[in-house]
């Protein structure tokens, strides 16, 4: 990722950060990665959660390769604005199941100074734009996109297949629920389905 030094010292505003991509590309690794750097240079850091979001325990952020940092789980987007007063970076993790007024909470954190960093899903397991994070990508200074491997081709994965025949948006799970697939992999995954 570039960051460009700002040129204008007076002006001083923060940004906000998209880490995006399929399940299991290392969005929470890297969330957890540039959190604890920012810990390490004595920022003050604050990380929240959806209070939903419960599979690896309540409290803390958790990668799939166990990497963990502690959180706030909050059941709306409108408790991190309350909550984020007085920090130097936030970070928030799996926004995709936030409401849309998460996109407003960030780009007023943003504006008052605050580093902003933000990891989802882009795509739901049907290959939509997930939530609010076509509005975040948007808003944000820095995106970065990273991908998993697939499980059939080798290849790089963008795709969340969902293994299971639950039609729910919101369901969590985990390896047995879920695959990352590449476009093709993916294709021929969906098309198998509809033949069902």
């Known amino acids: 990722m570039f960051l460009e030094n700002t040129v204008n010292h007076k002006e001083q505003f923060g940004w906000i950060e998209v880490i995006c991509g399929s399940m299991f590309s290392g969005k929470t690794e890297e969330l957890i990665r540039r959190l604890k750097r920012a810990q390490f240079a004595k920022q003050k850091v604050e990380i929240f959660k959806p209070a939903i979001d419960t599979r690896y325990h309540d409290e803390l952020v958790v990668s799939h390769d166990a990497n ?87 290849n790089l994965a963008n795709y969340s297949f969902r293994k299971t025949d639950n039609d729910k948006l919101v369901m969590l799970g985990e390896t047995e629920e879920y695959e990352p697939l590449s476009r093709a992999a993916y294709f021929k995954a969906m098309k198998k389905n509809q033949g069902k």
């Open 68 to 154: 963990e940092i502690r959180s706030t789980p909050v059941p709306a987007a409108a408790n991190i604005a309350i909550l984020a007063q007085g920090c130097d970076v936030i970070g928030i993790d799996e926004a995709q199941f936030f409401d849309d007024e998460i996109v407003s909470v960030c780009n007023d954190l943003a504006n008052q100074g605050i580093r902003v960093i933000v990891a989802g899903l882009d795509m739901d397991f049907k290959g939509n734009p997930f939530g609010p994070m076509p509005a975040l990508m948007a808003t944000a200074e820095y995106v970065t996109k990273v991908h998993a491997v697939c499980t059939r081709t080798g």
